[in-house]
């Protein structure tokens, strides 16, 4: 697939060439921390207000689809906005480049942990560097949600988005589904308030965007859609070339690969809305893991830069790792860290790749645009939600689930109160939105704080 054809955009900035794009979705990859929180808070700041690669619009209109999809949707976001800048190949090394310094960091954790189950030194730089996540992602949820609720019925479809999915842990699929015949229906009975904003209406006061209203829409073709199909369903069972000769089909390999790849189909709201089905399955089902260290490794995937998913990585290499037949059982692990992330995120370039030029015609249908718009605010609420989440779990140790009739949130104990976190997190508020510290500096500055912490303490 080319690129994208621009037509003159007075103002906007120059157009990135491929070595740009590659060399800034790795500072992304490096950077992405926070899980889809943080992860989508860094790219709107890089690629809409530094970059101004693609405007605020197009963005928002890019981060519906991917919410719709099953697997980590900031990785399909990232995936999304290469392909935008630099048709499929940008697509493959933005959403690739995404999860290497993830993969590569939970794979080596995963080994420290398989071997020693010491991670200490790691986990005092993860300290710091949650507390300074902990602000960026405030700070984004705070500038996304002026730009996507643009009038009283948006805010009132976040915060009930919010609500059912904080206070009742309704189905991540559901709030976004409803949100979406919402929209739907709306758009058709009231465009002037469910109707999708342009990049002016964004109030996107960067300035003009590369990728913004008057870039033509690519015209989908069911040919290219077909051919997607074919090449991408053979790459994401192409390992079964490998398995099948060498471990054979009743292996822990054959397993594993062939469980995450069922998980990526229905991995609807991201690491959260499986693991406990992940847990109970690798646990009681195949007996990769032992009670408790699916915990172990969610902690460890929240505390590296990457898609939150890749604590199915984490089980991937355990199970292998204690089940490697003629290999070094390191080794094992290794591959079998690698068959897990295969099968967990090819099937999101598919997904990308197949959907992505007819969700691009869609933004000229006011319906279905309405229904992307309302998505949008819904997905604001979700932020909010994760947000939440995420700062529960920086600054209090023990966070219990309440269950009441319908009911059912996240209650901190409030005994368990980290005060050495949360002063973390108040200097970081305050590096961010008092004295404006860029993004690197505050993740290295707080970086460094938690490794002294974890020295002297």
Partial sequence: MSTIPLVDNMGAPAYPTFAEMTATFAKISVLSFGGPAGQIALMHKVLVEEKRWISEERFLHALSYCTLLPGPEAQQLATYVGWLLHGTKGGVVAGTLF???????????????????????????????????????????????????????????????????????????????????????????????????????????????????????????????????????????????????????????ASVFSFFSQMAVVTFGGAYAVLAYVAQEAVQTFGWLRPGEMIDGLALAETTPGPLVLVLTFVGFLATYRAPLFLDPLWAGVLGAFFTTWATFVPCFLWIFLGAPFIERLRSNAALSGALGTITAAVVGVILNLAIWFALHVVFRHVDEVVAGPLRMSRPEWSSVDPVALGLAMLAAVAVFWFKLEMVRTLVLFGLAGLLIGLVT
């Fill in 99 to 253: 999860v290497v310094s993830g993969f590569f960091v939970i794979l080596a954790l995963s080994a420290i942990y398989a071997l020693f189950h010491q991670v200490e030194l790691l986990a005092s730089l993860f300290y710091g560097l949650k507390a300074a996540v902990l602000a960026i992602v405030v700070e984004a949820v705070l500038r996304v949600s002026k730009r996507a609720l643009k009038n009283e019925v948006m805010v009132a479809v976040a915060a009930i988005a919010f609500v059912a999915l904080f206070f009742f842990a309704v189905p991540f699929p559901i709030v976004v589904l409803v949100a979406g015949i919402v929209g739907y229906a709306g758009a058709r009975a009231r465009p002037d308030i469910f109707k999708s904003g342009g990049h002016k209406a964004a109030g996107n006061v960067s300035g003009p965007a590369v990728i913004d209203d008057n870039v033509p829409d690519l015209k989908p073709s069911w040919g290219l859609a077909i051919r997607t199909l074919v090449m991408w369903g053979a790459l994401w069972i192409a390992p079964w070339l490998v398995i099948i000769p060498l471990f054979g089909w009743d292996s822990t390999f």
